[in-house]
Every structure is written in structure tokens, then in C-alpha cells.
């Protein structure tokens, strides 16, 4: 537990193809490594573009290792948003063998 709420969590093996992930790592993080399809809003702008995120489907929320998105996850869903932390984060999506790209001429890797 999280400021003592339960963090709705899923495995980052287990995250749907099609999910909205929504990746709240810092900027230089993202440039290293992020997963194909993510949305990259980092958490110091989550209040200003919140209205970007979907209200209409589950929000699977990732950072590096799981504690930012568990902080965030909490936020989006007391604010109405269905989110999901992925647990592990970004070190379990790459452990699990799940894909990554960089944004720089580099392989990606988890920052």
C-alpha cells in the first residue's frame, strides 16, 4: 500500500496489446527506453494535460519501477479515470521481454 490506498495493479506481462499505457517517466527516461505504443506524459505535467488522457478505458499507468505509477494511478482514479499501476514498471516490462524502442540512435534500455 501507497499512502495507505490499495494501487490496483497488473503484472507487466500481462498488459493487453491494446491498452492505453501511459508512461510518467522523465523525459531522458522516455528517450532511452519506452514501450512501442506508450502516451509519454511525465508526472510534473500530468495537471496540465490531464484532459489527454481517456476517460472511456482503463489507464494502465507505468514509470521505471512502479512507484510513481502507483502514485499516479491512485490520483487518476480519484479523479474518475479507471487506471491500473504496472507493477515492476518499466524494469518488469523489459524483464518480461515485452517490446521497446529509443527515441535515440542507441538500443533502447530502461533509464
Not at 514501450?35 to 507505468?62: F, G, K
Amino acid at each position: 500500500m501507497i499512502f495507505g490506498e490499495e494501487v490496483p495493479a497488473i503484472d507487466a506481462a500481462s498488459v493487453p496489446a491494446e491498452a492505453y499505457l501511459l508512461d510518467v517517466r522523465e523525459p531522458d527516461e522516455w528517450v532511452a527506453g519506452h514501450a512501442p505504443e506508450a502516451v509519454h506524459i511525465p508526472m510534473y505535467e500530468l495537471t496540465d494535460r490531464a484532459a489527454e488522457i481517456p476517460r472511456e478505458r482503463e489507464v494502465y499507468v507505468i514509470c521505471r519501477s512502479g512507484g510513481r505509477s502507483a502514485q499516479v494511478t491512485i490520483a487518476l482514479n480519484n479523479a474518475g479515470w479507471q487506471a491500473l499501476n504496472v507493477a515492476g514498471g518499466m524494469q518488469g516490462w523489459e524483464a518480461a521481454g515485452r517490446p521497446m524502442t529509443s527515441e535515440s540512435d542507441s538500443p533502447p534500455f530502461v533509464a
